[in-house]
């Protein structure tokens, strides 16, 4: 974490009540990590996922509708998966954009709310504390910190 996200997470951690009354101790920072790695349960906690496998993106497919695509439309799609192997990364603009446009109108609907449904999940606290934007399910937010936190970075937070 830069200095800055580690002094987001030490003020933080000393404005709310659950985690300021954890005992200065390592286990106290281990049980800070353990509430900070939980989901964020709530109607502002949602983030685009940084990248979505191939597989899960092609089972989101409506079949009829990836039938009726156009063959411009399939090799589009072909050449997508060409240049990204590792997957897609649902977190940039244009990549949603891509995929609306192919399944644009009525007749990708379907593949857009599957589609849409795989690309966003519920942010972590920690996530959630560094994500920007709203965070809600009609613009959910984009995370700058991903993954989960450890309790060694929870200690140096704390004695900021």
Do not use: C, K
């Amino acid at each position: 974490m830069t200095p800055a996200q580690l002094q987001i997470l030490h003020d933080y951690i000393l404005a709310s009540p659950d985690l300021a009354s954890q005992p200065m101790t390592s286990d106290g920072a281990y049980e800070i990590a353990r509430l900070l790695n939980l989901s964020a349960l709530g109607p502002t906690n949602i983030v685009w996922r940084s990248l979505v496998s191939l597989n899960i993106v092609a089972t989101a497919y409506d079949p009829a509708e990836l039938d009726a695509l156009s063959p411009t439309e399939r090799a589009r799609l072909q050449t997508l998966a060409m240049y990204m192997p590792a997957g897609v990364q649902p977190a940039v603009p244009n990549v949603r954009d891509f995929f609306n446009n192919i399944f644009a109108g009525a007749g990708g609907a379907d593949t857009r709310a599957a589609l849409r449904g795989t690309w966003e999940r519920i942010a972590t606290r920690v996530e959630r504390l560094y994500a920007v934007g709203a965070g809600t399910s009609a613009d959910p937010a984009t995370l700058t910190y991903e993954g989960a936190i450890d309790f060694p970075t929870v200690q140096e937070a704390r004695h900021l």
